[in-house]
């Protein structure tokens, strides 16, 4: 009996800890993919709709509500991990080439704990000085 009861508190054990192994591996990557998706959603949209002096010359320039737009709509088809994610666009300025953005989500635990875990990101476009 005494073989049973140590049994069954091992296997307790075992359990326990891989429920505590799969909820750090799966909050590791959620923030990995939060933040390679913003990386790559900031830089896709600067690449995209900003180009030095694009106020100067004759062209018609690049609203900040579309660019937000896309930044959202491409964070949102990059994130494949199921939970409920929110993102947000900070600040757009592309006169200046400043994007910042931000993503929470919240999403359970294999241990049945509701986390939510949050990643900011600000990209700045580098502009070669003006010649005088």
Same mark, same amino acid.
């Given at each position: 009996m005494k073989n049973v009861v140590l049994g069954i508190i091992g296997c307790l054990i075992v359990v326990y800890t891989a429920m505590l192994g799969l909820s750090v591996y799966n909050m590791t990557v959620r923030e990995n993919q939060m933040e390679k998706s913003l990386s790559l959603a900031l830089s896709g949209a600067m690449n995209r709709y900003y180009e030095p002096n694009m106020y100067i010359v004759d062209k018609k320039p690049v609203s900040s509500y579309d660019v937000e737009k896309a930044v @959202?709509?491409?964070?949102n088809e990059r994130l494949t991990a199921g939970g409920t994610a929110s993102a947000t666009v900070y600040v757009c300025?592309?006169?200046?080439?400043? @994007?910042?953005a931000g993503i929470e989500e919240e999403f359970k635990l294999p241990t049945g704990v509701t986390k939510k875990i949050s990643c900011k990101k600000t990209i700045v476009a580098d502009q070669p000085m003006e010649d005088n």
């Amino acid at each position: 009996m005494k073989n049973v009861v140590l049994g069954i508190i091992g296997c307790l054990i075992v359990v326990y800890t891989a429920m505590l192994g799969l909820s750090v591996y799966n909050m590791t990557v959620r923030e990995n993919q939060m933040e390679k998706s913003l990386s790559l959603a900031l830089s896709g949209a600067m690449n995209r709709y900003y180009e030095p002096n694009m106020y100067i010359v004759d062209k018609k320039p690049v609203s900040s509500y579309d660019v937000e737009k896309a930044v @959202i709509e491409d964070i949102n088809e990059r994130l494949t991990a199921g939970g409920t994610a929110s993102a947000t666009v900070y600040v757009c300025d592309m006169e200046k080439g400043i @994007i910042s953005a931000g993503i929470e989500e919240e999403f359970k635990l294999p241990t049945g704990v509701t986390k939510k875990i949050s990643c900011k990101k600000t990209i700045v476009a580098d502009q070669p000085m003006e010649d005088n």
